[in-house]
């Protein structure tokens, strides 16, 4: 994978794109947390909620990496995961675009 | 602190304190986190409930320490908390009680 270099307005693009995947994960993360909740009848689920939600930090922590040069890795997951689809990273240039779609099918099998 | 010897019937009864302090404590926990899950409004409440139920974790692991060397302060601490009441440890030796009761009025100060 080449490094591609990003433009300003790429780079905001890029940023907004971004933190619009992260608050609709974060919101579907509250949703799934207040059902989990709401469901849990013994301590065992308790755990269990804990455990989910250790998980959901770390991958969250994880996936959400600005640095550029991950970026285009950072996008096809979202991609692939669905929190994104390709017309939010309308604005980037055709090479990137074209190597996040790779990516992301990539990943998917 | 002496070194109490444990005979059977205490070593049950110690058993059966502790296992309904545990569930006490399990369920008050359940009932927390249902309450903290409905009252959640934004990601950092999904995080706050993740780093309580973290600490509650460690703290109940660390707390019911079913070593024989550890039950008075065990039940000296289950006392001061509230999880259980003096009357439950009826059956122990008058020593054992006063040991108790003094380790949970020295631990409030």
């Known amino acids: 994978m080449r490094d591609f270099k990003w433009s300003d307005s790429e780079k905001m693009i890029a940023r907004r794109v971004s933190d619009a995947a992260l608050a609709r994960e974060l919101s579907s993360l509250l949703t799934s947390t207040k059902n989990y909740a709401s469901e849990a009848t013994t301590s065992d689920d308790v755990w269990a909620l804990h455990d989910f ?57």
């Open 53 to 109: 939600l250790t998980e959901k930090r770390k991958e969250i922590d994880h996936k959400y990496d600005y640095r550029y040069s991950q970026l285009i890795f950072v996008f096809a997951r979202l991609l692939r995961e669905k929190w994104i689809v390709e017309s939010d990273l309308e604005g980037l240039k055709e090479e990137k675009l074209a190597a996040i779609s790779l990516l992301a099918t990539g990943l998917k099998a």
